[in-house]
């Protein structure tokens, strides 16, 4: 399906993923509308809504070309009971709203993407999980198979369906990736715990690609891992890390460590800790080819993309200032 010019719905689209692709959107032309619960004055691509039930908002589904759904409280945070049933909550009623409007639609729009979270998983320690691995066991695995649960619950009525489990990606957001960047640049850029659990990451413009395909290509239906095809343990993506921004070796993080350290900093240290070694063997499989494989050199694109040296001495080791440290020839591909 080709959507250049069309309307496309980005529900819960405020934040840095949907901030993201409205980019990529607009750049060939379509039209992006925002459904968030704090639309800007004077913005009238953003559309109020409350994420639980159907309102005014609805009638922007109507004759669209696609929704993409992207809501969701964030998880950096404690799991307290009242954060646990807003986690929940903000994701289960988002995507049933989603769906009772969408029913009531006379011309609904042809495809809708849900995004979800590797933590579908659970910890994997170092087993190779692709989509056909089972569901995990915790809260994180609990919460994504309530989420799946609700959008699996939503009549097609001849919409195609796409559910994209996402990594860790990064990009031009703050996040989990600008507190580790922080604490890297004060020396405090070892590895976590043991640092042999996997991180899933992606880059944020493999992110968008992917997206983009979801909205397009007609075969892709169902379940898809949205992450790079090299995932990488803890102490190899802070070594990538302490490298790009031109740091020395620093000692490990003990576990007693990062869980005084997760109070401390209002989040939950599982999220540190945890293992996940996911590949995209549906997309691979269907030939999609990232751009950014390496997380070395997708790291050292991001910092030179979105978070230029502030000075020659903040370089990366034997580069210019804001210059890309990739090796000559590597880099966008595809």
Not at 94 to 112: M, N, T
Not at 258 to 265: D, I, K, M, N
């Amino acid at each position: 399906m080709q959507t250049h010019g069309r309307r496309i719905i980005l529900a819960g689209g405020s934040g840095f993923l949907g901030g993201s692709l409205a980019k990529a959107l607009r750049a060939r032309g379509d039209v992006p509308i925002i459904l968030t619960r704090t639309p800007r004055k004077g913005q009238p691509d953003e559309v109020a809504w409350d994420g639980r039930t159907v309102g005014d908002w609805a009638s922007q589904l109507e004759g669209a070309s696609a929704v993409v759904s992207l809501a969701g409280r964030s998880v950096d945070c404690r799991y307290t009971p009242e954060h646990r049933a807003e986690i929940i909550a903000s994701r289960v009623e988002s995507v049933r709203a989603l769906g009772e409007a969408l029913a009531r639609c006379s011309s609904p729009p042809a495809v809708f993407v849900q995004a979800a979270s590797l933590a579908f998983y659970g910890d994997g320690g170092e087993r190779v999980l692709d989509e056909t691995a089972p569901p995990g066991e915790g809260f994180s695995a609990d919460v994504c198979r309530r989420w799946e649960a609700a959008y699996a619950a939503v009549e097609a009525r001849g919409m195609r369906k796409v559910l994209l489990r996402i990594g860790f990606v990064l990009g031009e957001s703050g996040g989990a990736l600008g507190k580790l960047t922080t604490l890297t640049r004060v020396f405090l850029g070892g590895s976590v715990g043991s640092g042999r659990q996997f991180i899933s990451w992606l880059h944020q413009e493999d992110m968008d690609r992917i997206f983009l395909r979801a909205l397009e290509e007609s075969e892709m239906q169902g379940v898809y891992n949205a992450t790079s095809p090299e995932p990488v343990t803890n102490a190899r993506f802070m070594s990538a890390l302490r490298r790009v921004e031109g740091r020395p070796w620093s000692p490990p993080t003990p576990v007693w460590a990062v869980r005084v350290g997760a109070r401390v900093l209002g989040t939950e240290a599982e999220l540190a800790l945890v293992s996940r070694r996911c590949v995209p063997g549906r997309l691979l499989a269907e030939g999609f080819r990232f751009m950014w494989p390496s997380v070395e050199e997708a790291l050292a694109d991001v910092r030179t993309r979105y978070h230029p040296p502030a000075s020659k001495g903040d370089a990366w080791p034997g580069t210019r200032a804001g210059c890309s440290a990739a090796s000559p020839g590597v880099g966008p591909r595809g």
